[in-house]
């Protein structure tokens, strides 16, 4: 399936007291479709710049910036001519379209462990472990966790970005490009790993 939902948190201030003691919930999720660049790249990136860099001083411009983000026909040169300070007020209307619009890189290690060059998130990993283990971090015996990235990359061995951060990744003809030449021989390795019907941890790390 093709269409998965991404959630990002944005930090708003709230007034406890005047919301009845009730804090509400300031998660933005984006439904996107993996097949399709254009707009759930640049749209994800957006998203994912606000989250990092932004900050609202209420909930009524949180609504706002939602509801207009949230436009299935949205406009992305008037969104952020409209939300620039509160996407980011450090950055020019062009800095944030020149980071929307990125082109295209190579991705970071080896796969299934290969990261995304701009926000560092694991490419094959769904849940919130993509983004602050490293591989030697990650414990041993977790299988699982392996498992489940060798069973995301053999089934989508060439995604178009990055379904954290938007970024865009490089491709040949026939696969992902990863940045070095020294990869080639990590690709190889994981391709006679997928091959192989229980591999171990210690065979992953190799």
């Given amino acids: 399936m093709s269409i998965i939902t991404t959630t990002h948190h944005i930090k708003v201030a709230q007034d406890y007291k005047k919301n009845g003691g009730v804090i509400e919930d300031t998660n933005i999720s984006l439904e996107i479709d993996t097949l399709r660049v254009y707009p759930a790249s640049v749209k994800l990136a957006i998203l994912y710049m606000t989250a990092d860099k932004g900050f609202f001083g209420d909930l009524e411009s949180f609504y706002d910036f939602t509801n207009d983000f949230l436009m299935r026909d949205i406009n992305i040169m008037e969104f952020v001519r409209k939300h620039n300070m509160r996407i980011n ?118």
């Fill in 89 to 206: 007020k450090q950055a020019s209307f062009w800095d944030i379209m020149k980071y929307a619009l990125a082109g295209e890189k190579p991705v970071e290690n080896i796969p299934p462990f290969s990261r995304c060059p701009r926000c560092n998130a694991l490419v094959w990993e769904k849940t919130e472990r993509a983004y602050d283990k490293t591989e030697k971090e990650l414990e041993p015996e977790n299988e699982a966790y392996y498992r489940r990235c060798l069973e995301a990359y053999s089934a989508d061995p060439r995604p178009l970005y990055c379904k954290i951060c938007g970024q865009r990744f490089k491709m040949s003809s026939t696969s992902l490009m990863y940045k070095g030449e020294a990869m080639q021989t990590g690709i190889s390795h994981t391709l006679k790993l997928m091959s192989s019907a229980q591999p171990t941890f210690e065979e992953v790390m190799k």
